[in-house]
Nanobody, 127 residues
Framework: QVQLVESGGGLVQAGGSLRLSCAAS????????MGWFRQDPGKEREFVAAISRSGEQTVYAASVKGRFTISRDNAKNTMYLQMNSLKAEDTNVYYC????????????????????WGQGTEVTVSS
C-alpha cells in the first residue's frame, strides 16, 4: 500500500500560481502511476492531470492544458502540480491518487482506476 498526503493549497488571486505537492510513503513510489483530480462537494470527481511511473508520459484535462504542469521526483517520493494562470473556476479541492502498475503503462484519466487517494488540499482562486 501507499499513503498520500497533499499540501500546497491556499488562496490566490486570479492569474496567480500555486504548486501542489503529493508526498507518498509505503511501497516503492516508482511503481505507481499518479494522478491529480479535483472535486466540488456534491459533484463528481474531475480529472486534472496524470503521469506515468517513470514520468515520461503525462496527460492533461483540456481545461488545464497549457496552464498546469504535472511532474514527479521518484527519489523524493513526491509528485507535483504546478498551476499557473489560475482562474476562479479552478477553485476546488484537489486530490492526488496512485495506481500500482507492473509495467510502464500510460497513466489513466479515470478516477476508478486509482486505488489510493490523499485527503485533499483546498485551492481557492479569487476573481
Amino acid at each position: 500500500q501507499v499513503q498520500l498526503v497533499e499540501s500546497g493549497g491556499g488562496l490566490v488571486q486570479a492569474g496567480g500560481s500555486l504548486r501542489l505537492s503529493c508526498a507518498a510513503s509505503g511501497r516503492t513510489f516508482s511503481t505507481y502511476n499518479m494522478g491529480w483530480f479535483r472535486q466540488d462537494p456534491g459533484k463528481e470527481r474531475e480529472f486534472v492531470a496524470a503521469i506515468s511511473r517513470s514520468g515520461e508520459q503525462t496527460v492533461y484535462a483540456a481545461s488545464v492544458k497549457g496552464r498546469f504542469t504535472i511532474s514527479r521526483d521518484n527519489a523524493k517520493n513526491t509528485m507535483y502540480l504546478q498551476m499557473n494562470s489560475l482562474k476562479a473556476e479552478d477553485t476546488n479541492v484537489y486530490y492526488c491518487a496512485a495506481r500500482f502498475t507492473w509495467s510502464n503503462v500510460a497513466a489513466s484519466t479515470k478516477s476508478d482506476d486509482y486505488a489510493y487517494w490523499g485527503q485533499g488540499t483546498e485551492v481557492t482562486v479569487s476573481s
